[in-house]
């Protein structure tokens, strides 16, 4: 989590460029559906590892995005996602980029490939089980380990059961930017199962090789959870290494332990613990590769108030405590979700 930083943001405007790209289309083809998201805080900063941020509030935005869904017949569907936020900044000013732009299409039997840049089958399940990615990154996203979007090709569906399913993907490993022109990939894939009742078990992997003296990347993560009417509890973990010529492999895990408890229909609460090793290859043109590590623990707890299924304010509060720092980064926030 970083300090509390202020922005000079021009929303109107970008929202409305966006908005004027998609709505042609929409407009000449009934089937286009547009639709969008966003996550606004308002936040204070308790405590910081740096005592000058202490103090600091305000408002901003973390993250909004704008789709166009269109359905060109009933075996093909498109995306295009546009989306800015906090973490994409040019000159201090939210830069809106391709997130997703993919051609899915059922090929029967409750197959479908995905053709495109969109969602790697990674840790999409576990945000969609939560519920609360407004509120933060899940665990495996946090620490960094793989993207949540690639641009390649995925298959998804069942294996011989409709609660047993299955995720295949292979992409660039370039996230939502361009190809870097090597002939290196990474592969994906995730086993999930989900029988009526409320469980859902899920175990994902994902592998790559690099050019270089980066040699090769693998990981892994597993979901376990519980949904009932009214709450649910799941506990997901992650182990990732990274080798490196000459060097020491780089060994990062983590697990987080996360639930939700809803009172009525408007109120309800949700509350999460993290704990995370992170280890990094740092490379550069005047110094030998070394190897870096940090642990941390993150804790987060809010109440959710929902007037509308499409709109939540959260009072919550997000700390995260480095291991090799004596102070926590602990900030207080409302957060104010909707989709339209």
């Known amino acids: 989590m970083t300090p509390l930083r202020f922005r000079r943001t021009r929303l109107t405007g970008l929202a409305a460029c966006l908005l004027g790209m998609l709505a042609g289309p929409a407009l000449a083809q009934a089937p286009i559906r547009l639709s969008g998201q966003a996550f606004l805080d308002y936040a204070y900063q308790i405590t910081s590892p740096d005592a000058a941020d202490e103090g600091h509030h305000g408002f901003t935005y973390r993250r909004m995005n704008l789709t166009a869904d269109g359905q060109i017949s009933?075996?093909?569907?498109?995306?295009?996602r546009l989306e800015a936020n906090d973490g994409v900044l040019n000159a201090d000013r939210p830069v809106p980029f391709v997130k997703?732009?993919?051609l899915s299409w059922k090929i029967g039997g409750g197959h479908a490939l995905t053709l495109g840049l969109g969602p790697t089958p990674v840790f999409g399940l576990t945000e969609s089980f939560w519920g609360f990615r407004s509120l933060e990154r899940t665990v495996?996203?946090?620490a960094g380990v793989v993207s949540s979007r690639d641009l390649g090709v995925r298959a998804d569906g069942p294996l011989g059961s409709p609660d047993l399913r299955y995720s295949l993907m292979v992409g660039n490993n370039s996230g939502v930017f361009p190809e870097t022109d090597d002939e290196y990939k990474r592969a994906y894939g995730q086993i999930a199962y989900?029988?009526?009742?409320?469980?859902?078990?899920?175990?994902?992997?994902n592998w790559a090789?690099?050019?270089g003296p980066r040699d090769r990347q693998l990981g892994a993560s597993a979901l376990l959870g519980?949904?009932?009417?009214?709450?649910?509890?799941?506990?997901?973990?992650?182990?990732?290494?990274?080798?490196?010529?000459?060097?020491?492999d780089a060994v990062s895990y983590g697990g987080s332990l996360f639930g939700v408890a809803w009172f009525s229909e408007r109120w309800g609460a949700t509350a999460r613990v993290d704990r995370v090793r992170r280890e990094r290859h740092l490379a550069s043109d005047t110094a030998p590769v070394r190897l870096t590590a940090s642990d941390y623990?993150?804790?987060?707890?809010g109440l959710v108030y929902q007037p509308h299924p499409q709109v939540q304010l959260m009072p919550n509060v997000l700390v995260v405590k480095d291991d090799a720092v004596d102070r926590a980064d602990l900030q207080g926030r409302v957060t104010l979700v909707f989709d339209f």
């Open 297 to 301: 623990t993150l804790g987060l707890a």
């Open 74 to 80: 009933d075996d093909l569907s498109a995306r295009v």
């Open 140 to 142: 495996v996203d946090m």
């Open 100 to 102: 997703d732009l993919h």
């Open 226 to 248: 519980w949904a009932a009417e009214t709450w649910r509890l799941g506990i997901e973990g992650f182990f990732d290494i990274s080798a490196f010529a000459r060097v020491e």
């Open 209 to 211: 090789d690099y050019e």
């Open 194 to 205: 989900r029988p009526a009742g409320g469980l859902t078990l899920a175990v994902a992997g």
